[in-house]
């Protein structure tokens, strides 16, 4: 099978044009096929202060009245996809910015209302994903980049970036050989948090284990982690954890970060 | 050849819910290859208004200075684009919004400063049309929606979307037997500019030159004439003027407004 990256860049990346600038490079100079995925929360609040539009939370989701769906529409759909889009053409990057309503990408559901209601957020899996169109994309040369907004009857939905980034590389590994690539603010998964040289760069699901036994890692990467082992489980063949300015290396054999695998 | 409608709605259309809709479903229900394009410089006026940016026209073309291109890149490629994708999918459409950046499918070049400096405005021609990639997705079934952006140099660039539309069928006019329409406020073009009924059907070169020579014209049909002319001109079979709600109709044989032809 042909070798498929899928790469996600967090926040901290967008909201940094030199360090964003650099990372579109190494991403333009990677020549296997590949995705990008993207947020924009943090540009997405800022504008929503200016147009007097509230960004609320709850658990570490943004609850998504009509009023913000209109606002992430346009900041993640509109400013940052296209201005990525652009800077990646002029890298000589055949880049075309979609969200999961476009070609009917990934199909969503709207996340039913129980405790807490979220508005107009979207709740995706693998089935969702359109294989079909995906792979013809990629087979055409064209990188898709993703907005984390997806769709369902006829309305966007705000969809977290991480979850598209899984979901994508689920439904794409029966057709590619996928690398999902999680592009964070650390090297990779640490052994002892205060230590950035210790990074754990190759774990087994084995491995996880025992250290999760032993209560050996930190409690911010479990989800990631979690996460990352359900992509695994489901048929991606690895999943990477890493820097942003590692990511040619993370996209080689010489990996920096942590490589996760069966 | 096979068919291809290249249509093109206006503001006064993406204004009103109601008329929208009606538009989308009788778009989706168009059974040949077509593409869609839009505006939406009102919507964006009324948020620049929230957002303090001040909306400057010369010649009834827009000023694009770097606040109002970020303001036109959320609207046009965000906002708009997305909810009229997220629409049509639900009409059972396959829409894809785009810009001209994504997949590199209409270069531009920045508007040299003479008189004027119109700021991030996009000039094209069909030579900057990425027909093989356009075909390809038209061929996959794909219906291209876009938005009047377009690129150069990694930047984006605000373009008038008449032009897209007119680019495009010449671009596309050696692949497919194309129907260029123009969706506005009227009928038609009218014999009389004070009767609504007076619609002139049929509109050859000959006809028109006959037309101008008599000055039987309102003027504010001749740019749009002479716009239709070109794309006929440049090998695009046919150009339609005509009312949106008249959509059906005018993609048949029994058009409503006025067909123009070689």
Redesign the interface.
């Known amino acids: 099978m042909e070798k498929l990256f899928v790469i996600k860049i967090g926040g901290n990346v967008l909201d940094n044009p030199a360090a964003l600038s650099s990372f579109l490079n190494d991403f333009a100079s990677i020549r296997e096929r590949k995705i990008l995925i993207h947020g924009g929360g943090k540009i997405a609040s800022r504008l929503g202060d200016?147009?007097g539009i509230e960004s609320k939370y709850i658990n570490g989701r943004r609850i998504t009245d009509a009023a913000t769906l209109?606002l992430v529409?346009?900041?993640?759909?509109?400013?940052v996809?296209?201005?990525i889009?652009?800077?990646l053409?002029?890298?000589n990057c055949?880049?075309?910015?979609?969200?999961g309503?476009?070609?009917?990408l990934i199909k969503a559901s709207k996340r039913p209302v129980k405790d807490i209601d979220y508005g107009f957020a979207g709740d995706i899996n693998p089935q969702g994903v359109n294989r079909e169109?995906l792979s013809?994309m990629l087979n055409?040369g064209?990188v898709p980049v993703f907005a984390p907004?997806t769709?369902a009857?006829?309305?966007?939905l705000n969809t977290n970036a991480d979850t598209i980034a899984s979901v994508l590389s689920i439904g794409l590994s029966r057709h590619f050989d996928v690398r999902l690539i999680f592009c964070f603010e650390k090297k990779g998964v640490l052994k002892d948090i205060n230590d950035p040289g210790s990074v754990i760069h190759h774990l087994t699901k084995k491995a996880y284990q025992d250290l999760s036994a032993n209560h050996a890692l930190a409690d911010g990467i479990l989800p990631k982690l979690e996460n990352a082992f359900a992509a695994i489980d489901a048929g991606v063949k690895e999943v990477l954890i890493g820097e942003a300015r590692d990511l040619l290396k993370n996209t080689g054999l010489n990996t920096q970060g942590t490589l996760i695998t069966e």
């Open positions: 200016q147009l209109d529409t346009m900041v993640y759909g509109g400013l996809n296209k201005q889009v652009a800077t053409q002029n890298m055949n880049a075309l910015g979609v969200t309503a476009d070609g009917n169109l013809s055409l064209v907004l769709h009857d006829g309305k966007m």
